[in-house]
């Protein structure tokens, strides 16, 4: 994969759960193809059960294809859509968990976590266990875990379908800043459009179930995108083109 600089590639994947004939048989994707350059940040966006949060997972190396290939090159950090906190672990320690594992020091993973705590709105919640989070703060924590993992390529999976309008916005604009300075490569799954334009270099959209990539929509828009870029003209362009190829 890395002789063309390919940090993700897909390549004629289809999956099915169980056999056909049987009363629980599910093709969930079929002939599926997408390549994501390294350092890209990308947005995956389809209908509900079109086969995203399977392929994620069989990017992760979860699952396996039933048939071609779906790889990334290096490292990865996955974050599911649930957060899937240890409920035996105090947020600073499921914080720091995955950089640990990554072989991480334990006292550079804990300094690295502290100073991000108040950028996930968690500072002064180091020490509480998981159980006394809401829903919001549980999901910027496993987020917050999933950026310390020493990763080269982060799938995430709805990573702010729990979070309030006012922290998704945030959130948002930190996935930017983070992500042009340490040029990680991302696939993001969404169901929100605008998210997938203000957020990613191209957009991926799937058809619905079996699913498969039916777009690679671009999204030119200039750096760094916020709330005012919503009433752009390109904006509206590029959402009006990506909802067509939504069939919306």
């Avoid at 071609?68 to 899937?84: E, K, N, S």
Wanted: charged letters at 20%; a neutral charge.
């Amino acid at each position: 994969m890395s002789e063309n600089n390919t940090a993700v590639r897909v390549k004629d994947v289809s999956h099915e759960f169980g056999e056909p004939g049987d009363a629980q048989f599910v093709r969930a994707l079929q002939s599926t193809l997408l390549d994501i350059t390294r350092g890209e940040l990308l947005c995956l966006i389809g209908p509900s059960g079109c086969g995203k949060s399977t392929l994620l997972r069989m990017l992760a190396g979860l699952i396996e294809a039933s048939s071609g290939t779906a790889r990334v090159d290096g490292r990865i950090a996955f974050m599911p859509q649930r957060d899937l906190l240890l409920p035996w672990r105090r947020a600073e320690a499921n914080a720091t968990l995955g950089a640990t594992l990554g072989g991480v020091p334990r006292a550079e993973a804990v300094e690295r976590a502290r100073a991000l705590f108040p950028a996930f709105g968690l500072a002064g919640f180091e020490r509480a266990w998981p159980a006394q989070l809401s829903g919001g703060m549980r999901q910027r924590l496993a987020m917050l875990r999933t950026f310390l993992t020493p990763a080269g390529a982060l799938l995430l999976d709805e990573p702010f379908g729990a979070l309030d309008a006012i922290t998704r916005r945030q959130m948002q604009q930190w996935l930017q800043e983070v992500w042009a300075q340490d040029g990680r490569t991302v696939l993001l799954v969404t169901h929100d459009i605008d998210e997938a334009l203000v957020l990613s270099d191209a957009v991926y959209v799937m058809s619905p179930r079996p699913g498969t990539v039916t777009a690679r929509i671009e999204g030119d828009l200039p750096r760094p995108r916020g709330t005012d870029d919503l009433t752009s003209p390109r904006f509206v362009a590029l959402k009006e083109q990506l909802l067509q190829a939504l069939g919306a």
